[in-house]
């Protein structure tokens, strides 16, 4: 399934860069360049071949591994889009891991206290989460913590590598912000299910038994509310990955989101192929896992 994925992505994403108004050859050589230098460079380059046959050359490159040369530095384009992954993900393990240290615990004292005062408060959150677009939470956080109480870095990257307490303190901001979004999702999700779990007629029969509601909820009700969550972070990733390009924007970044936009801007079409190819293959290896973990869990499920 992820093989077949891969395919059609690779399909649409060759006949998108095909169509945009972008030649490689005059991008290499400059405007300036004479007709008979650039039909030289696109034969070279096999631009001049039909299109079902470029795409075959391009499939077959990047199967073995070879993503392409960036028409904008000149580089290959697999390594430095692989950094930037490993910059976006770097970010998604903390935002998700800041999630789920917040998120469930609070879904779970929504649920508990349902129409009450902890309920609508968590409510309130999760509503002005979703509704506060990412650039003005974003603003909000550099203009209080970095530039006026000066707690924390306004941007930048520093790698954990090279200084583990710098590197985090640059990712707290754009964590924060991210998680944000996330909790305010997750929360209302997990809140969702424990209520629909706590209504169905086994937990209603342990009650019956006279197993306390603590008791019912820690091993019966939350493992049955939790189990959507894993997709819901599993599709958070997919977010993560592509979604977040104004965080990384503001907070200067170089994940893979911002390599991708640059990329656009410069009409970098290996660079976008390859960012585009990297996101898609990762958000399909992620889903693949999660579903692999939901049957684990859920013995009602069987793959063939």
Not at 35 to 46: F, I, N, S, V, Y
């Amino acid at each position: 399934m992820i093989v077949y994925t891969l395919f059609v992505v690779s399909l649409i994403v060759f006949a998108i860069t095909q169509i945009l108004p972008a030649d490689a050859a005059v991008m290499m050589l400059g405007e300036n360049a004479t007709p008979e230098a650039l039909d030289a460079l696109r034969q070279t380059m096999g631009l001049d071949a039909p299109i079902w046959q470029q795409y075959a050359t391009w499939l077959w490159h990047v199967v073995q591994g070879d993503l392409g040369t960036s028409l904008r530095t000149g580089q290959p384009v697999g390594p430095a889009m692989f950094e930037a992954l490993g910059r976006s993900l770097i970010l998604a393990f903390f935002s998700i891991g800041l999630m789920l240290i917040l998120a469930i615990p609070l879904g779970i004292i929504a649920a508990i206290r349902r129409g009450k005062i902890a309920d609508m408060v968590v409510s309130l959150i999760s509503y002005a989460g979703v509704a506060l677009p990412e650039f003005v939470t974003a603003t909000i956080a550099v203009l209080l913590f970095a530039d006026w109480m000066k707690w924390l870095p306004p941007t930048g990257y520093v790698p954990l590598t090279e200084d583990f307490f710098g590197g985090i303190a640059h990712l707290v901001l754009p964590v924060c912000v991210i998680s944000i979004i996330l909790i305010a999702h997750v929360s209302r999700m997990v809140r969702s299910e424990l209520v629909d779990v706590m209504h169905t007629d086994y937990i209603r029969a342990a009650r019956l038994k006279g197993l306390s509601r603590g008791h019912v909820l820690r091993h019966h009700a939350l493992r049955n509310a939790l189990l959507p969550t894993i997709t819901i972070v599993a599709l958070d990733v997919g977010y993560l990955l592509g979604g977040v390009i104004v965080v990384e924007e503001i907070f200067a970044i170089p994940g893979i989101g911002r390599q991708l936009i640059v990329a656009i801007q410069a009409r970098d079409l290996p660079a976008i192929q390859a960012g585009v190819l990297i996101m898609a293959a990762t958000y399909s290896i992620v889903n693949f896992i999660a579903d692999i973990l939901y049957a684990w869990l859920d013995k009602r499920i069987q793959y063939d």
